[in-house]
Structures are given as structure tokens and as C-alpha cells.
């Protein structure tokens, strides 16, 4: 099924009624790595927004997020691509 929605809002939806705490992926190399945020301090309910190859996620997706909740995902050395199916 596709669900067409204005992500944004919804994100911000899930993190201020539903208690979600969202994070933007991001390739910004000033992220912090997923990997390096303690999992005690995310609690059950979070997530991440990936995006597509070529565009990422939009600009308003990642003010939805957060400032501070922009993070990477670590690959290995001259990799440039993620396959959000394998992660």
C-alpha cells in the first residue's frame, strides 16, 4: 500500500502526541553517528526518516526532526549508498 501524507506534520504528530522521538538521516559528516547515541537515552519509541539517493530527505522533514536529531548512519570507507531494504 502507499500512503501519501504531509510528512512533516505527521512527523511532528507522532513526536509531540504519540511521544515518537524522530531522527532525520542525514550526510552531513557534523551528525552524530546512530551507533554513538546510547539506547537507553532513546526510550521504546523512535525512529529514523531516510530518504532517497539522490535527494535525502527535504528540508522540512528535517525541521520536523529536529536540529539536534539529525544523525548518520555509518558505512564503511568508500561507500556512498545505503539500501534502506538491507539495514
Known sequence: ???????????????????????????????????DIPPASLGDRWCAVVGSEDDGI?????EACGPDRR???WMRDNVDSLNICQV
Not at 58 to 62: F, I, L, Q
Request: aromatic share 2%; proline share 7%; no cysteine.
Open 1 to 35: 500500500p502507499v500512503l501519501r501524507v504531509d510528512l512533516p506534520a505527521t512527523i511532528r504528530t507522532l513526536h509531540e502526541v504519540h511521544r515518537v522521538l524522530p531522527f532525520a538521516a542525514v550526510i552531513d559528516h557534523g551528525a552524530r553517528l546512530l551507533d
Open 58 to 62: 527535504s528540508e522540512g522533514v528535517r
Open 71 to 73: 544523525v548518520r548512519i
